[in-house]
């Protein structure tokens, strides 16, 4: 074989070597999806979520590398080799998150049940899971007014006419729609006992400050003499 053919055949080879090189290089990006709380994360080694529970798996469809084209603009020099470019994971727009099954209760009350007005409190708790997300948000209502922003709240009755009353709990997502609600009737009653023991200080504070002076004076001197024995 002369000089001319080993140069030609050499050269043949060293082109076909640098298109092959960015393909061996090139590997495919998948997009692993957290089923849990939807976190989303790109990686060229799918195999390390495969096995992991609630991760999900996708094929983006994109290469760490893109296929070089050939040139033929001019006629008299070989085909050009392949260019390697790194895709820039950046642009990959994440897909929006999962929407989360929230379980919800409400611990306190347990039923519905009578509260004595004024001296008893309505205590309100909730039991929540998983944990809120963030931009994720939870209230709590007595007849649809906003009581507290999280999972307990207490209530005066003090505040509350008698009658029937409805406490509500209400999650809602990052963009404010509502994706779990629960509810409790309650009763709220006057308590008798306690309205008439104060109308009876009442009067009786009445019927003092309408006493003449010297009767106060008196009435003074045996409340201190009581209380020197």
């Given at each position: ?100 099954n929230y379980q919800l209760a409400m ?123």
């Amino acid at each position: 074989m002369n000089n001319r053919a080993v140069a030609l055949l050499a050269g043949l080879m060293i082109g076909s070597a640098s298109l092959c090189a960015p393909l061996a290089n090139a590997a495919s990006i998948y997009k692993v999806i957290d089923e849990q709380t939807g976190q989303v994360t790109f990686t060229d080694r799918p195999q390390n979520y495969e096995q992991q529970a609630g991760k999900q798996v996708i094929d983006t469809n994109v290469s760490t590398g893109n296929e070089s084209s050939r040139s033929t603009n001019n006629q008299s020099t070989n085909n050009s080799s392949s260019q390697s470019n790194p895709v820039n994971l950046a642009t990959i727009e994440p897909t929006a998150r999962a929407p989360i099954n929230y379980q919800l209760a409400m611990i306190e009350p347990s039923e519905e049940r009578a509260y004595q007005r004024p001296g008893q409190i309505i205590t309100v708790n909730l039991q929540l899971s998983p944990a809120l997300q963030t931009g994720d948000s939870i209230s709590i209502y007595i007849d649809d007014q906003l009581i507290s922003q999280g999972i307990t709240a207490s209530i005066a009755t003090v505040n509350l006419n008698p009658g029937e009353h409805t406490i509500q709990a209400i999650i809602q997502n990052s963009t404010g729609q509502v994706v779990n609600r629960i509810s409790r009737t309650v009763y709220v009653i006057q308590n008798t006992a306690i309205l008439q023991n104060k109308k009876r200080v009442a009067q009786q504070l009445q019927a003092y400050q309408n006493l003449p002076w010297h009767q106060k004076l008196r009435l003074k001197m045996r409340r201190d003499s009581t209380v020197s024995k």
